[in-house]
């Protein structure tokens, strides 16, 4: 699917279909980042209600990430004997166990797959307020910057 039958399909669906998106968008595997779809609204509806924009993906991302971290939490009976066996997984582990949100916010603003990052956090029990905050914080300042690039 192109960026531009997405950006017709949401100037129907309004700012719910783009919250929707938002979320499912970050809830998913996606290789391609979220950052080109997020450029590409000041394109369609014009740099004047921004903020409103950047609240709504900001959200977006923050229930994206709770919905990761529980997706996290679901699987970790399944997958953590695997992941036991995984080269790297141990100083992963360390790394987020010993930051915490700190290191999905600093994760937050990498190229990781951000939905990735919050399945690991499910996993390592970190807190959901903690995450939700990291996320308001980290995501929060990279879709302004990247908003403000774009208009």
């Given at each position: ?46 740099s ?47 790394a ?23 399945w ?32």
């Open positions: 699917m192109e960026l531009q039958s997405i950006l017709d399909a949401l100037a129907v669906l309004g700012w719910p279909g783009f919250l929707a998106f938002t979320v499912l968008y970050n809830v998913a595997l996606v290789p391609f980042p979220y950052d080109v779809f997020l450029a590409a609204v000041p394109l369609e509806v014009g004047g209600h921004l903020a409103f924009w950047w609240l709504l993906a900001t959200l977006g991302m923050v229930l994206a990430g709770l919905i990761g971290h529980a997706i996290g939490r679901w699987l970790d009976p399944l997958v953590r004997p695997w992941l036991l066996q995984k080269r790297g997984y141990a100083k992963c582990e360390r987020l166990r010993k930051r915490g949100a700190w290191a999905v916010a600093l994760s937050a603003i990498t190229p990781l797959p951000f939905s990735l990052v919050c690991a956090a499910g996993l390592m029990r970190i807190s959901r307020w903690q995450l939700a905050l990291a996320v308001v914080v980290s995501r929060g300042l990279r879709n302004a910057l990247v908003l403000w690039l774009a208009s």
